[in-house]
């Protein structure tokens, strides 16, 4: 198959009705959403989405990680649709309901490591971040926590606070949250130390015990937290043996560790969560974006000894809604029967191609992920100056051509498609990349 068979664009990129909405749009919504480009979208399916002139786009975005089994994917629709004839809402907070607790049960099959776990329900990835926060400070009755630079945790306060991939988001919200500090994360292609994975030695763990040492004393630290894979800090994943490092460090000194699995989790990387790549269980965990196909979920799972917060202590009136419950169920049922298999196979297909191509495109600086969890970082010379324009000119170039992409980082653009993607559509995609890299190339040097 070719492009044809996924993109069909009809009218100017951006097209008129598309301009109309963008207009009232504009008049309506708050400016402080991030769009790259204007793509408004009427329906989707599958990995193809059309916008209100009738265009059709290929998209590699999956709605920011979300749609993680294709959009509106048949077998999910079906059992919202069944669900909604049954019970749409009654607060889990203040009454039971038996997909809320069956879904419960799923995620503790699921949650890495052996220990059992209980589960918290609310509606995104910051109240999830947010719950499991609260519960760590509940728990240890400490006051601080550990964050890392370039981590994204969401907009609520505490989860801002722990967030530190951009000052923007932080930019006249202060003061933030008391007692986070944040340390330096395994950024291994601008290693913040200067070193080299072959012989650092994790030197940026040892910067963290140095911070433990002259700022944040271990017995006041409630918890450290972290994506197991940063998203919008740039897709950047840890060396092997890092989460195995921190784990160490922080069991040795009673601090609880917390992961984000927010945009990593969820099969995307070829395991259920990302950690499972590096064999380490964590106390808490956060799960939200591709746990329901679309629908709001967000949901945080501890070891039992760990949430023992008393009643009342946190709820959340819409959180585990039934739909989402439902369409959760399903969703982990399609990534367990073969979606997650399929992530690794393409994840590993496109890294291979992408790879070649870096050869013939020094703009392409590195290529990095797991799974279909890819980042590409694009630099302007062999001292790896950031070529923000040039990754932002990319999205906008494949935007044109209909492949929806986003931005990630500083000057990184990130791959991170539904796991039902073929082999086909990465074809039309990686072909559509490098036309549009092509094109980049000569706006910069025209
Ligand atoms: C790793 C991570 N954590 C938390 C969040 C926040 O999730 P939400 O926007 O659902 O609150 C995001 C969102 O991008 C994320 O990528």
Redesign the pocket.
Known sequence: MAKKDYIDLKTAIPGPKGLEWYARDRAAISPSYVRPYVLVADHAEGLEVVDVDGNTYLDFTAG?AVNSTGHRHPEVIKVIKDQADKLVHMSGTDFFYPIQIVLAEKIQEIAPGPTEKLVWYGN????A?EAGLKLARWHSKRPLALAFFGG????TYG?VTLSGSKAKHREGFSPMLQGVVHVPYAYCYRCPLGLTPEMCDFRCIGMIEEVMERIAPPSDIAVMVT?SIQ??GGYVVPPAGYFQKLRQLTEERGILLML?E???GMGRTGKMFAIEHWDTEPDIM?I??GVASGLPL?IMVAKKTVMDWKQGAHGSTFGGNPLSCAAALKTIELIQNGMMKNAAVQGEYIMKHLRQMQKRHPLMGDVRGMGLMIGIEFVKDAKKTKAKDESTQLVLEAFKRGLLLLPCGENSVRLCPSLSVTQDQCDVMLDIWEESLAAVEKQMNS
């Open positions: 920011v995104s990835g910051a109240e971040v994204f945790h969401g907009r989860a994506e998203g919008e984000d927010v945009q990593s956060a939200a974006k967000g």
